[in-house]
């Protein structure tokens, strides 16, 4: 247990529709990624929070939008799903910004249909 | 942008071969990390190597960070069943905070 929990882990919708991951990092730790992985690309880098604030973007879709509330924990929304949203959503937290391990979570597995 | 490719993308082996996977990055790093995935589960940190030219051993894995800190190895002697699933290193590039990812590679070891 990596101490990460990310809710729902399985969630199944239509195309167009819109869903909010969340997750909640280790006690104590500023840092929040979201990384997507599907088969054949590996994890991308979507987003990094540090305590409330965005510290870096990697390849998200403007469709999708994150953001880290007071108590740390941070929410992926996606919206106007496509087919091609179907992935492994991680979210990771660490205690710094930039070095350091990454606790991960188990996941939120979507399925746009 | 900072890219980082890892090989070979899939690896099969007997049990008790070596094993090793290879990490190369498009631009200097500041630190390397590797990260293991059993099928079905989340990425869990290994390692992480900093100073150029570093090596680190846990075990039957070791670790390399290249002199130029662009490259590294993770070398796995004997291989087990245990050790089945994807490694990925993971490269912080410079001066921003984005974690790069390889894609990974997948160890199966036939028992």
């Known amino acids: 247990d990596s101490g990460v929990t990310q809710t729902p882990k399985h969630l199944i919708t239509a195309t167009g529709q819109r869903v909010t991951l969340r997750c909640s990092p280790r006690s104590g730790d500023l840092s929040v990624y979201w990384y997507q992985q599907s088969l054949d690309q590996g994890l991308q880098f979507l987003i990094q929070y540090y305590n409330g604030e965005e510290r870096a973007k990697g390849n998200i879709l403007e469709r999708f939008s994150a953001q880290q509330f007071p108590d740390l924990h941070s929410e992926l929304n996606l919206s106007s799903l496509e087919l091609g949203d179907s992935a492994l959503y991680f979210c990771?937290?660490?205690?710094?910004?930039?070095?350091?391990?990454?606790?991960f979570g188990e996941g939120s597995r979507l399925t746009v249909l | 942008g900072q890219q980082v490719m890892q090989i070979p993308q899939y690896q099969h082996v007997q049990e008790g071969e070596d094993f090793t996977t290879y990490c190369n990055s498009s631009t200097t790093l500041s630190n390397i990390q590797w990260y293991k995935q059993r099928p079905g589960g989340h990425p869990v940190f290994l390692i992480q190597l900093v100073k150029s030219g570093e090596v680190k051993k846990q075990k039957r894995l070791t670790f390399q960070f290249g002199e130029a800190k662009k490259n590294s190895s993770l070398h796995i002697t004997a291989t087990q069943t245990t050790d089945v699933g994807t490694y990925f290193c993971?490269?912080?590039?410079?001066?921003?905070?984005?974690?790069?990812f390889g894609k990974g590679t997948l160890l199966t070891v036939n028992p």
């Open positions: 990771a937290s660490s205690v710094t910004s930039g070095t350091g391990e990454l606790f």
């Open positions: 993971a490269g912080l590039g410079g001066s921003n905070y984005k974690l790069t």
